[in-house]
């Protein structure tokens, strides 16, 4: 299947891999670049040089075309902009900010530039900066959300917009990915569906939680503070969203309560003091696979799906 997406990025499959914190490392990106998707590696707040290991480790698993997301937010976002420069890497994906200042940049290094955006304001500030299409996230998926759900936001994204429009956000078959074509989409990213694949090296307390989970196990917190998120209910969630609804309870300490929480779910398996990011489709994943197998399971339902129908994706 070939749309706007697949020729802009030279993939197989209209398909991208969430860049997920702590999770999207080199095993898994390379094994979804083999798949025909595109591959993403999460810089979330490392620095250069450990961005750059992951990055030298994937060219050495795949051959294929795969990418970096740059959480804008980041205390090394400035180094870690100029390495994936320098690296020249094939696509760079962007989330929680503008990356206007760095547009110029990627481009003279022939990056090929998506940001994650989850309003039409953003939308179309980014294409005015010249990036090459953009990520419409709404706010069923996991981790940073926006408000407005993918139903909402892609068709008006597409209005909004001349360059092509991926969608994200309660996406994890092909039936979402058909549905993300009605909208005007050209594509989709995926993050839940990738968090069991058999080459993620996320804990197995985190895959179990997803894999147990049912259609209303996710809840978002951190409104308060200005970056809500979505994860699976635990304990954790629990706790923070009974601090967070206390206007006696400080941000400082809020804040405070939430640092290393994403780090001890994927790496340690902590069931206590985790927070298990996963977006609302975390009900529909039932089973660990490869990420070929996800892939080509998710095509093969669209192509089923979409027999005798002429869309121009």
């Known amino acids: 299947m070939q749309t706007k997406l697949t020729r802009l990025l030279g993939i197989e499959h209209p398909i991208i891999q969430g860049g997920m914190a702590w999770i999207a490392d080199a095993s898994l990106a ?7 998707g595109l591959g993403i590696i999460s810089a979330m707040n490392a620095n250069a040089d450990w961005v750059r290991e992951e990055i030298r480790k ?28 320098e690296e020249k890497v094939p696509v760079v994906t962007t989330g929680a900010g503008n990356p206007s200042r760095f547009v110029k940049m990627w481009k003279e290094a022939g990056i090929k530039i ?15 900066a010249g990036v090459d299409a953009v990520i419409a996230e709404g706010g069923e998926s996991g981790g940073h959300v926006g408000d407005l759900t993918t139903m909402a936001l892609v068709p008006q994204v ?6 092509p429009v991926v969608a994200a956000g309660g996406i994890g078959d092909g039936r979402g990915m058909v549905a993300a074509f009605a909208l005007g989409a050209c594509g989709v990213q995926m993050g839940t569906r990738f968090l069991v694949a ?64 994403l780090r001890k779910a994927a790496k340690d398996g902590n069931t206590e003091e985790g927070c298990f990011l996963a977006g609302q489709i975390a009900g ?18 669209a192509e089923k799906l979409m027999e005798g129908v002429k869309w121009d994706v």
Do not use: W
């Not at 390379?30 to 025909?36: F, I, R, T």
């Not at 529909?284 to 339902?301: H, L, N, T």
């Open 30 to 36: 390379s094994a979804v670049s083999n798949a025909g």
């Open 58 to 85: 994937c060219r050495t698993l795949t051959d294929k075309p795969f990418g970096v997301n740059i959480m804008l937010m980041s205390p090394h976002v400035e180094e870690v902009a100029k390495m994936v420069a």
């Open 114 to 128: 998506l940001p994650v955006v989850a309003s039409t304001a953003l939308a179309k500030m980014v294409e005015r």
């Open 158 to 163: 597409v209005d909004a917009v001349k360059i």
């Open 198 to 261: 058999n080459e993620c090296t996320v804990s197995d307390a985190y895959k179990k939680k997803v894999l147990s989970a049912k259609d209303i196990s996710t809840m978002v917190t951190g409104r308060r503070l200005g970056h809500p998120v979505r994860a699976i209910k635990t304990t954790y969630t629990n706790a923070y969203a009974k601090l967070e609804a206390d206007s006696n309870y400080p941000d400082e300490k809020l804040e405070e309560f939430g640092v290393g929480s």
């Open 284 to 301: 529909m994943v039932s089973r660990e696979q490869p990420a070929k197998e996800i892939v080509d399971e998710v095509m093969a339902e």
